[in-house]
């Protein structure tokens, strides 16, 4: 059983930054070998994708809105993986979640991840 503890989010304002992490940890779970990803949610909204990194972590990925502010990674001798949030946004206030496929490939459908974290909040104000 793979279980991923995202750290504490919290409030910023806008133009600050913030980073999140997400450690995983399970027996028989070889981090490396999982593609980790980001989401997030707001009220009302669907969860939606923010950032992967591969298992090696050679390859990334970040949907639009976040692109050149955002930068995901990961220390596999560590099992766990970063969000750096620069230049925050209200619009990118919401719950956080990390998310582990089984597989080192990248993807972006919330589909695709097998295992979530909890969630942690993340408040910007203007």
């Known amino acids: 059983q793979v279980q991923l503890v995202e750290s504490e989010g919290g409030l910023v304002q806008a133009g600050g930054s913030l980073r999140l992490s997400c450690a995983a940890s399970?027996?028989?779970?070889?981090?490396?070998?999982?593609?980790m990803g980001w989401f997030r949610q707001t009220t009302g909204k669907d969860r939606e994708f923010v950032a992967v990194i591969s298992g090696p972590g050679g390859e990334t990925r970040y949907t639009d809105s976040v692109q050149g502010r955002f930068t995901i990674s990961r220390d596999n001798a560590k099992n766990t993986m970063y969000l750096q949030m620069n230049s925050l946004k209200p619009e990118d206030a919401g719950i956080y979640y990390c998310a582990a496929r089984r597989v080192p490939f990248i993807g972006t459908a919330r589909a695709r991840y097998d295992t979530w974290g909890q969630g942690t909040q993340v408040t910007v104000s203007s």
């Open positions: 399970g027996r028989s779970f070889t981090f490396s070998n999982a593609a």
